[in-house]
């Protein structure tokens, strides 16, 4: 299926209403995962013709990604990483661990950028970054793209990495997401040290409920549940 492909119509909007030079588009993976890190990328494209089939990772074939990634750590003028951790993911909240991967990220670039165009309708950035928030950016910014696939394929690297040590999970294939592998296998042994503590999957498996982290809500907010999908057998 054929899709539009990504503009550079936002950076130059930003090039002309705020006199930014060197912008950069993040976006983030594993937000939505029981296992592994959140993973953030900032990628700062310039103004060039992208690569042809550039769109967001989600929507590309395994094999196309893959390639595309490779190609884009050289096409793109600079790139960064920034992960957090399940620790981190449990102690701060997805928001913080959020921005926290997405600082790494920005702080890791060469060069600092002037402002930011960030996937999505939430500003989990803030200040002192200069942020443009664009819903569905990974399909229509080029520089959101390249971070979306670059950072998707990093990522699904890392989770075959840690399928190793945990073959009955299944993470080469489901990235730590609760596919039915990960589900019978969190029911029968239980979270790995890479399985995040303080979601709500915990609540349906009550060998294991006694792990879970329960964060302190001291200055009277809620506790986040974006991404946290019940276990729903």
């Known amino acids: 299926m054929p899709y539009e492909p990504p503009t550079h119509t936002v950076e130059r909007s930003l090039r002309a209403t705020t006199g930014a030079k060197v912008i950069a588009g993040v ?48 096409w793109v003028t600079a790139y960064a990483l920034g992960h957090a951790s399940p620790e981190e993911i449990d102690g701060l ?16 670039l060469p060069v600092r950028p002037d402002a930011v165009i960030l996937d999505g309708k939430h500003d989990y950035l803030g200040a ?30 890392m989770m075959a990495e840690l399928a190793v040590h945990h073959a009955d999970f299944g993470f080469a294939d489901n990235a730590g997401y609760p596919s039915p592998v990960h589900k019978a296998a969190l029911a029968e042994r239980g979270p790995t040290p890479h399985h995040r503590l303080s979601w709500a999957y915990l609540d349906a498996l009550p060998q294991w409920r006694h792990l879970k982290k329960v964060r302190s809500w001291a200055d009277g907010g809620v506790p986040e549940i974006e991404g946290q999908l019940g276990f729903d057998f």
């Open 27 to 74: 976006d983030e993976v594993g937000r939505g995962a029981w296992a592994g890190p959140v993973t953030v990328c900032a990628a700062i494209t310039g103004l060039r013709r992208p690569p042809e089939g550039l769109t967001d990772s989600k929507l590309l074939t395994i094999r196309r990604r893959t390639e595309l990634a490779e190609m884009l750590r050289t």
């Open 93 to 108: 909240g997805m928001t913080a661990a959020l921005r926290l991967a997405a600082v790494r990220a920005l702080d890791a």
């Open 128 to 157: 002192p970054w200069k942020v443009r928030t664009v819903i569905k950016g990974d399909q229509s910014c080029v520089a959101v793209s390249a971070a979306s696939v670059i950072a998707k394929v990093q990522r699904d690297k």
